[in-house]
């Protein structure tokens, strides 16, 4: 039997009309886009196409989109760029992704006051949690749309209104969501939206930063003044064209594939619970949650516990591929972050187990 594949809020498999849309540009049509020879204007207007085509199917001006290598530099060039043009305080939550905490903690060494807010009853910063912090001088508020590994929904459009009302920019990273809901700027209420190809059924090593129309954002990479001077370096035309294309793709498909997912990771709770009963514990509320992320832990009685990670192993010797909460750093096992933020002691939290559909997932399955 194949193996059953849940792991799509790590990565997705490469849809085939992607691969056929890329598959030129890594051959033939193999041209620098800053070239000014025929094979150069060819890549250009690719690129330029591209953008146009996930501009369409956004709702967003093509001239808001930057293209970056992924869901991480957007994030840093977001909080990283908009902290270079303005003073006071990062306001973001305890558990957004290692690639906000990262570059907050990096603006946080070079002096910057930072705010660290604790995730409310659904999961994720509360807007209340926000106004409070914006009592104070701050320079960008960074809240993600979907928790990456509980699928916990943050209030955006209500955190964008009370950032609106202080005149303070606010950054989402929308990477889980893109696909299932509208994500641009305009749409959320927001001033910047990272985006990831291979989240989507697109290539890796391709994302965007998608910025509003009244932001100034200063670039994380300087050198040839790709981007229109906002991210330079030789642009992966391949992967861009694959982005665009999974994007329309997405974008067509996106009510229809909400519902069908929603309706799979109920019935997967559901078998789950019968099965289990109060021995496994779901760590947010299906209607607070990403359609395709379903997060649970495993508390354990007495002595007795779940340990996530010999899960995984015996659930991939079974030809079930998962995700756990959890992350190696320097050959030690730590607890997520994004649960012991949530107040989980660090025993459940250990036993944490991401299953996530998509595409390619079956009822069978």
């Known amino acids: 039997m194949d193996p059953v594949y849940l792991d799509h809020?790590?990565?997705?498999?490469?849809?085939?009309?992607?691969?056929?849309?890329?598959?030129?540009?890594?051959?033939?049509?193999?041209?620098?886009?800053?070239?000014?020879?025929?094979?150069?204007?060819?890549?250009?207007?690719?690129?330029?196409?591209?953008?146009?085509?996930?501009?369409?199917?956004l709702g967003m001006e093509p001239v808001g989109i930057w293209f970056t290598s992924g869901g991480t530099?957007?994030?840093?060039?977001?909080?990283?760029?908009?902290?270079?043009?303005?003073?006071?305080?990062?306001?973001?939550?305890?558990?957004?992704?290692?690639?906000?905490?990262?570059?907050?903690?990096?603006?946080?060494?070079q002096g910057r006051e930072v705010v660290l807010l604790r995730p409310g009853e659904e999961g994720s910063v509360a807007p209340a949690a926000v106004s409070g912090a914006l009592e104070k001088p701050a320079a960008l508020v960074s809240v993600m749309h979907a928790n990456n590994e509980t699928g916990a929904l943050a209030r955006v459009t209500d955190i964008a209104t009370?950032?609106?009302?202080?005149?303070?920019?606010m950054h989402t990273d929308a990477v889980q969501m893109a696909g299932y809901e509208p994500v641009?700027?305009?749409?959320?209420?927001?001033?910047?939206?990272?985006?990831?190809?291979?989240?989507?059924?697109?290539?890796?090593?391709?994302?965007?930063?998608?910025?509003?129309?009244?932001?100034?954002?200063?670039?994380?990479?300087?050198?040839?003044?790709?981007?229109?001077?906002?991210?330079?370096?030789?642009?992966?035309?391949?992967?861009?064209?694959?982005?665009?294309?999974?994007?329309?793709l997405a974008a067509a498909a996106m009510a229809q594939e909400r519902g069908r997912i929603a309706g799979l990771r109920a019935r997967l709770a559901e078998g789950l619970s019968a099965e289990l009963g109060d021995a496994i514990r779901f760590s947010t509320r299906p209607e607070r949650t990403a359609p395709h992320i379903l997060h649970c832990t495993?508390?354990?009685r007495g002595e007795r516990r779940t340990d996530g990670e010999m899960l995984l192993l015996r659930l991939d010797l079974e030809g079930v591929q998962a995700s756990a909460g959890s992350a190696?750093?320097?050959?030690?096992?730590?607890?997520?972050?994004?649960?012991?933020?949530?107040?989980?002691?660090?025993?459940?939290?250990?036993?944490?187990?991401?299953?996530?559909?998509?595409?390619?997932?079956t009822a069978d399955e």
């Open 73 to 109: 530099e957007a994030n840093n060039t977001a909080i990283r760029g908009i902290a270079a043009l303005r003073d006071g305080a990062v306001i973001t939550g305890t558990t957004e992704h290692e690639s906000v905490l990262r570059s907050v903690d990096y603006l946080a060494r």
């Open 328 to 361: 190696c750093s320097s050959g030690a096992v730590e607890p997520s972050h994004v649960l012991l933020a949530m107040g989980y002691s660090r025993r459940e939290a250990a036993s944490a187990l991401r299953l996530s559909l998509g595409r390619t997932t």
């Open 162 to 169: 009370a950032c609106r009302d202080r005149g303070v920019p």
């Open 298 to 300: 495993f508390p354990g």
């Open 184 to 248: 641009a700027p305009e749409a959320l209420g927001v001033d910047l939206v990272t985006i990831s190809g291979h989240k989507l059924g697109g290539p890796a090593g391709i994302g965007a930063l998608l910025v509003g129309r009244a932001v100034d954002c200063a670039p994380l990479m300087l050198g040839g003044g790709q981007e229109r001077g906002r991210r330079a370096g030789t642009e992966n035309v391949a992967a861009i064209v694959g982005f665009a294309e999974a994007i329309r």
């Open 9 to 57: 809020a790590a990565t997705t498999p490469l849809a085939p009309a992607v691969f056929n849309a890329m598959l030129p540009f890594l051959g033939e049509r193999f041209g620098n886009a800053s070239s000014v020879h025929a094979r150069g204007r060819e890549a250009r207007h690719a690129v330029e196409s591209a953008r146009i085509v996930m501009a369409e199917a």
